[in-house]
């Protein structure tokens, strides 16, 4: 079945902790994107990433890294987590996003609160 | 990209066509229209999308006002579970042909029993 897993699904931490929520999609797609998802502020892409090794940052970077080592996986990586980083997170991919006939499949999300 | 506007809430009633507003005044010639939804705090899903021309599938229909400065989704018979929050998204390529999905706050759609 052609899908996209996040893990965990939710996780609780603590300040200054680092933490990693794995991405990883079957479609042999080239994009992939992670967003975040905040009430009243809708979804907003922190980073995304084109094919292997190439990635930039969205709209809401700061506090986050990634990596795209294989094309498969699209780990996101909170190296000193803080509160404020606290939501709801998607991970997406897409075979290219640059034709009419992309569109991006959604991972299930992770669910992050930093104490 | 172009911005959209869509209302914040929206109701329809079982059975009946929701019929799905989203302003573009913006939309260049290069970018297309594209809805997905989200229930509850699923990862979002999507539905359909278009450029100039009208589109259709088993899920919806697109209809683009031929200036496409607006469009309308249409979930023909709706049910309880297109219940979900509905996003219009104008993107065109930004850089190396690739392109980005910026989600607004789109509408909540209620299907009434």
């Known amino acids: 079945e052609a899908q996209v897993t996040q893990n965990p699904r939710y996780l609780i931490t603590v300040t200054g902790k680092k933490l990693t929520v794995t991405c990883s999609q079957n479609m042999n797609h080239e994009y992939m994107s992670w967003y975040r998802q905040d009430p009243g502020l809708g979804l907003r892409q922190i980073y995304y990433?084109?094919?292997?090794?190439?990635?930039d940052k969205g709209d809401v970077p700061e506090g986050y890294k990634v990596s795209r080592k294989e094309k498969r996986n699209f780990p996101l990586i909170l190296e000193s987590p803080s509160p404020n980083q606290t939501s709801l997170y998607f991970c997406a991919s897409s075979l290219r996003l640059a034709s009419s006939t992309d569109t991006q499949y959604f991972g299930p999300g992770t669910r992050l609160t930093v104490l | 990209d172009a911005k959209t506007t869509q209302p914040p809430s929206m109701d329809c009633a079982e059975g009946r066509a929701a019929n799905l507003p989203c302003n573009h005044s913006t939309i260049s010639g290069n970018e297309y229209v594209y809805w997905y939804r989200q229930i509850h705090s699923q990862g979002p899903q999507y539905i359909i999308h278009g450029l100039k021309n009208n589109e259709t599938n088993e899920m919806a229909s697109l209809i683009i006002t031929e200036d496409r400065k607006s469009s309308t989704l249409i979930l023909p018979h709706a049910t309880l579970r297109d219940t979900a929050v509905y996003y219009c998204?104008?993107?065109?390529?930004?850089?190396?042909?690739?392109?980005?999905?910026?989600f607004g706050k789109g509408t909540k759609l209620s299907v009434i029993p």
């Open positions: 998204i104008v993107t065109g390529p930004r850089g190396a042909g690739s392109y980005q999905l910026t």
């Open positions: 990433s084109m094919n292997v090794e190439v990635t």
